[in-house]
């Protein structure tokens, strides 16, 4: 008999140009149910009894409600990812810093309006290793009336990349963390939930498939789920134009292969321009490090109409996991469409200038293997989670919670990115603690995130929750601020809400604090995230109600 557990989520989307409010109810059912996928038979946890969960569709400027009643044994939040939270910050989901956990058996109504943004972001579960099987696409239409700065295709397709485990991924990461090692990698990739026809315990009915006509546009809505990975993207004998990344325009560019971060979006136009036959789809994994990965290739299959299902399928060669000039092609070809109607509001002045160092360390701990566990930081402070909501604790004035105090700076200066090696501190430990940075109501920053390789250089997708900002530099080795800045791009560079850092370099961020709350900034890897790689900005209210964080809900979740 299946165990059944449900999350009711209720959405409302008020859309200004009609007469009407259409009301759409979803019912979010989380079933433990046996699988065969990857040739495992385990309980998965499904929104709606679907993987990867359904999408949200939405307006420019539409409210969106959601209730969510959490019905399974653990606790559960929801990030919006990539929506701004203009002072709803309640609604924004990541647990303990702007809410306590929905507890089994409770709900809670997010409640925001989607305001000035359009295209394609995702939702997923932001506590412990949920958001593995709990996620989902969110689509932002234009206004109506609004066209798209590009030629309108001919159909959408929302694609979500994602990981697959053999294992319950809470188990996987809890004997992790108590034996202070690295957690096993996934078992497989997948795309719309399926590891594909390549695969030797392929998913009923081969994959998922892309049906198409010769001639059409198709927009793909592709949306990077996965836990830990880096994935690369490409359709055997078709080239991509990318339109718009993580909600926001971009300078059309056309390539054969895509780079997508974990929480990253970007929306591609493909044409169908061949006569006929099946091509395949790979997603595959990036990683310019030493860092074990799952090198499994997940695959799909653009068909086009009238092709036999027994013609032979176009293969495409994915590129190395180690692809690192692929890679840097791509994030360099990512520019702000930057026109009257979208332009790229660059903060041209500084208040704040940060430099943030992002990597690993080890700590020692008793109860683990070889008496120390590995951890990560972000200026050498690796983040405790609260067991209270800090958005809370600042709201209603609660002392004991967090501190003002994270540095700026790091706190002992050395050879970040560790060339040549042996040039890294000796002590590799970090500090604990709860330490936000505080930032006045809109206030300039720059923030230079830096990778460092005390233990080994790695990627760092790193998420800034509340905010777009924009990629003005970067580079490898260490940040130099007498030289690098000189080469800042502030006319037209890419907006986003999530970024990677290169493997043994630097990435520079700027961005205006014009929302005010607590706004969580983290590496996308999960296990990174695990592990204390993960700070939070306070931003102070403004001059006025619209420039100040709305009272809490009624409902919101107690801890």
Known sequence: ?????????????????????????????????????????????????????????????????????????????????????????????????????????????????????????????????????????????????????????????????????????????????????????????????????????????????????????????????????????????????????????????????????????????????????????????????????????ATATVHYSGTLSSTTTTITQPPPQNATPIANKFINSLLSLNSKLYPAKVPLTVDHNLLFTVGLGVNPCATCVNGSKVVAAINNVSFVMPTFSLLQAHYFNISGIFTTDFPGNPPIIFNYSGNPPGTSPANMNTMNGTRLYRLPYNATVELVLQDTGIIAPENHPIHLHGFNFFQVGRGLGNFNPNKDPKNFNLVDPVERNTIGVPSGGWTAIRFTADNPGVWFLHCHLEVHTTWGLKMAFLVDNGKGPNESLLPPPSDLPTC
């Open 1 to 297: 008999m299946e165990n059944w557990v449900r999350v009711l989520l209720l959405v409302v989307c008020l859309f200004p140009a009609m007469v009407e409010c259409r009301v759409r109810n979803y019912t979010f059912h989380v079933v433990m149910k046996n699988t065969t996928r990857l040739c495992s038979s385990k309980p998965i946890v499904t929104v709606n009894r679907r993987f990867p969960g359904p999408t949200l569709y939405a307006r420019e400027d539409d409210n969106v409600l959601v209730k969510v009643t959490n019905h399974v044994k653990y606790n559960v939040t929801i990030h919006w990812h990539g929506i701004r939270q203009l002072r709803t910050g309640w609604s924004d989901g990541p647990a303990y810093i702007t809410q306590c956990p929905i507890q089994p058996g409770q709900s809670y109504t997010y409640n925001f309006t989607v305001t000035g943004q359009r295209g394609t972001l995702l939702w997923h579960a932001h506590i412990s290793w949920l958001r593995a099987t709990l996620h989902g696409g969110i689509v932002i239409l234009p206004k109506r009336g609004v066209p798209y700065p590009f030629p309108k295709p001919d159909e959408e397709v929302v694609v979500i990349l994602g990981e697959w485990w053999k294992s319950d991924t809470e188990v996987v990461i809890n004997q992790a963390t108590q034996s202070g090692v690295a957690p096993n990698v996934s078992d497989a990739h997948t795309i719309n939930g399926h590891p594909g026809p390549l695969s030797p315990c392929s998913s009923q009915g081969g994959g998922f498939k892309l049906q198409v006509e010769s001639g059409k546009t198709y927009m793909l809505r592709i949306i990077n789920a996965a836990l830990n990975e880096e994935l690369f993207f490409k359709v055997a004998g078709h080239n991509l134009t990318v339109v718009e990344v993580d909600a926001t325009y971009t300078k059309p560019f056309t390539t054969d292969t895509l780079l997508i971060t974990p929480g990253q979006t970007t929306n591609a136009l493909l044409t169908a321009d061949r006569g006929s036959g099946k091509y395949l789809v790979a997603a595959s994994p990036f990683m310019d490090s030493i860092v074990a990965v799952d090198n499994m290739t």
